[in-house]
């Protein structure tokens, strides 16, 4: 069963850093594009960063960077995303997914097409 698992959400204050962490089972997604989004309550599903199968190109949604960053460990079948300076806007359940296209790098929703259950993270002013 291809899996991807989300960790590390929780509550932290503005200004505060969170870790999260989707480690993937049932396949290696070494050969894909790896992304994060979010959504909170009544928005629509964000953009927050994808990174390319070897790491060698990560993209960041305007509202995250200089803040966030993205990472991989391909030997552990893991990506991460290092969250700082969080502010309550950055409240949301955030998602790791899998781009569809071996070696592609989207941005888009569609372009991917394994995704995790997400992790809550909820930052108080």
């Known amino acids: 069963q291809v899996q991807l698992v989300e960790s590390g959400g929780g509550l932290v204050q503005a200004g505060g850093s969170l870790r999260l962490s989707c480690e993937g089972s049932g396949r290696t997604f070494n050969h894909n594009a790896m992304g994060w989004f979010r959504q909170a309550p009544g928005k629509e599903r964000e953009f927050v960063a994808a990174i390319s199968w070897n790491g060698g190109r990560i993209l960041y949604g305007d509202s995250v960077k200089e803040r966030f960053t993205c990472s991989r460990d391909n030997a552990k079948n893991t990506v991460f995303l290092q969250m700082k300076s969080l502010r309550p806007e950055d409240t949301a359940v955030y998602y790791c997914?899998?781009?569809?296209?071996?070696?592609?790098?989207?941005?888009?929703?569609?372009?991917?097409?394994?995704w995790g259950r997400g992790t809550q993270v909820t930052v108080t002013s």
């Open positions: 997914a899998a781009d569809g296209a071996p070696y592609g790098l989207g941005y888009a929703t569609n372009d991917f097409d394994n």
